[in-house]
């Protein structure tokens, strides 16, 4: 069965250093998604893409983080600088329709 | 605003028991709504989906959840856990609209004891 993939699968930075996250949706699957989720917490969407559209980035903090979906296959999330209340799985997931995604293994960050 | 509820932060089941895990949406027309499953460290598995139509739902791993339209809900429920059945399991609905956003609860963590 096909798969999302992402890596690295962890990340350790220190404050103020730029990270980046990478993810290989499912062959096909127009709609990407990139997810945070914080310990103890439910998956919050962070941005949406429909090909290479952003279609959502409401909860994207834009002050530091940025996603992009180039040629609308895979995407590149960016934080820059990195802060302690980044640290997170950040989930990546794809989608043909009607929200059910698939996700990937996930990004584990840690920012010290 | 639509929003998911999982009311039960932590559950402890004996293996071999039943299981039900409880999940109230806010939704105004018909939802979308799901049932994943997340393991230690890992990505979210989906588990079932209901879309329309029969208010049952079979899932993976002999899991089901029942749509009740009355009450809101959207309860997951499994006749007889398996140690392997421990982990987290989180309810979501799709915010249907301009996009199709996964919404998802905070979570119910099982514990399965032997």
């Known amino acids: 069965e096909a798969e999302v993939a992402q890596s690295p699968r962890y990340k350790i930075t220190e404050k103020s250093q730029a990270v980046a996250f990478w993810c290989d949706p499912i062959?096909?699957?127009?709609?990407l998604y990139w997810y945070r989720q914080i310990l103890g917490q439910g998956p919050e969407l962070l941005v949406q893409f429909q090909d290479e559209s952003v279609v959502d980035d409401s909860q994207l903090p834009k002050d530091r983080f940025s996603a992009e979906r180039l040629k609308g296959v895979d995407s590149t999330l960016k934080i820059q600088p990195a802060e302690l209340g980044d640290s997170a799985m950040y989930l990546c997931?794809?989608?043909?329709?009607?929200?059910?995604?698939?996700f990937g293994p996930g990004t584990r960050l840690t920012v010290l | 605003a639509q929003s998911v509820t999982q009311p039960d932060i932590h559950i402890t089941v004996s293996e071999g028991a039943s299981l039900e895990l409880r999940c109230n949406y806010s939704y105004g027309a018909t939802p979308y709504l799901f049932w994943y499953v997340q393991s230690p460290g890992q990505g979210l598995q989906l588990l079932l989906k209901?879309?329309?139509?029969?208010?049952l739902v079979q899932g993976i791993k002999g899991f089901e959840a029942e749509f009740k339209r009355s009450q809101s809900s959207f309860n997951l429920r499994k006749p007889s856990v398996h140690w392997s059945d421990a982990a987290e399991y989180f309810c979501a609905v799709v915010s249907r609209g301009a996009t199709n956003k996964l919404i998802f609860g905070t979570g119910t963590l099982l514990a399965v004891q032997p």
């Open positions: 997931a794809s989608s043909l329709d009607e929200g059910r995604g698939f």
């Open positions: 062959s096909g699957h127009a709609t």
């Open positions: 209901y879309f329309s139509g029969d208010t």
